[in-house]
């Protein structure tokens, strides 16, 4: 079994700051690449950023130079540092990974349970 927990979520003022944390644990042999997604009412889920197992990120034109997305491989983690925060960036963040759970086991993907950004005006 393969698990991710998000934290990190809140509500805050247009212009401030946040980060998500994310945790992957579990029957993990290695995981490639890593990404934020998030999720606002009405809409269809879409990527916020992603990067890889070698640090190669790439984001939505909406987020760029306001959003950084790290990780930390020995601890299985990513995280979203958010600044400069908009109404619009209101949404359910998720974390997913791309993973292998054995040394010739195939990749797949996995979900975290979302997280709850709310920026207010």
């Known amino acids: 079994q393969v698990q991710l927990v998000e934290s990190g979520g809140g509500l805050v003022q247009a212009g401030e700051s946040l980060r998500l944390s994310c945790a992957a644990s579990g029957s993990i042999f290695r995981i490639h690449a890593m990404a934020w997604y998030r999720q606002a009412p009405g809409k269809q889920r879409e990527l916020v950023a992603d990067?890889?197992?070698?640090?190669?990120?790439n984001y939505a034109d909406s987020v760029k130079g306001r959003f950084t997305i790290s990780r930390d491989n020995a601890k299985n983690t990513v995280d979203l540092q958010m600044n400069s925060l908009k109404p619009e960036d209101t949404a359910v963040y998720y974390c997913?990974?791309?993973?292998?759970?054995?040394?010739?086991?195939?990749?797949?993907?996995?979900w975290g349970q979302g997280t709850q950004v709310t920026v207010s005006s």
């Open positions: 997913n990974a791309e993973l292998s759970t054995s040394m010739f086991g195939i990749r797949r993907t996995y």
């Open positions: 990067i890889t197992s070698g640090g190669i990120t």
